[in-house]
């Protein structure tokens, strides 16, 4: 990744959440205007800000329970989220049991 990137994509949080002052701001409005893989990024800080913030997309939860990875949210991001969110644990295990039951019952 580029400096420029780099500088860009480790500013996303303080973007995201305006902090960053309004001259950083605008420096890095001016780096996402040009570069479609810092874009690419921040729709992917989004996800896992919106997905911290509430609950996993119900496809998250499907591809956790299959995989154990989901491709939306960093896996980082999935286990702080699953380690405080009872709700969304406990989707993932009932997610597994239903699919080990449809795999029992076909076999």
Same mark, same amino acid.
């Given at each position: 990744?580029? %400096?420029?990137? *780099? *500088?860009?994509?480790? =500013?996303?949080?303080?973007?995201?959440?305006? $902090?960053?002052? %309004?001259?950083?701001?605008?420096?890095? @409005?001016?780096?996402?205007? /040009?570069? *479609? !893989?810092?874009?690419? &990024?921040?729709?992917?800080? @989004?996800?896992?800000?919106?997905?911290?913030?509430?609950?996993?997309? %119900?496809? +998250?939860?499907? *591809?956790? +329970?299959? !995989? /154990?990875?989901?491709?939306?949210? $960093? %896996?980082?991001?999935? =286990? @702080?989220?699953?380690?405080?969110? =009872? +709700?969304? +644990?406990?989707?993932?295990?009932? &997610? =597994?049991? $239903?699919? @080990?039951?449809?795999? $029992? &019952? /076909? &076999?």
């Amino acid at each position: 990744m580029p %400096p420029a990137c *780099d *500088d860009a994509s480790a =500013r996303l949080p303080w973007f995201l959440s305006g $902090s960053l002052d %309004p001259e950083e701001q605008q420096e890095v @409005r001016g780096h996402l205007a /040009g570069c *479609d !893989s810092c874009r690419s &990024a921040l729709a992917e800080a @989004r996800l896992a800000l919106a997905a911290h913030a509430s609950h996993l997309p %119900p496809a +998250a939860i499907v *591809d956790l +329970a299959l !995989s /154990g990875r989901a491709e939306a949210v $960093s %896996p980082e991001v999935t =286990r @702080r989220h699953t380690r405080s969110c =009872r +709700a969304c +644990a406990g989707e993932i295990e009932m &997610a =597994r049991a $239903s699919f @080990r039951l449809e795999g $029992s &019952a /076909g &076999a």
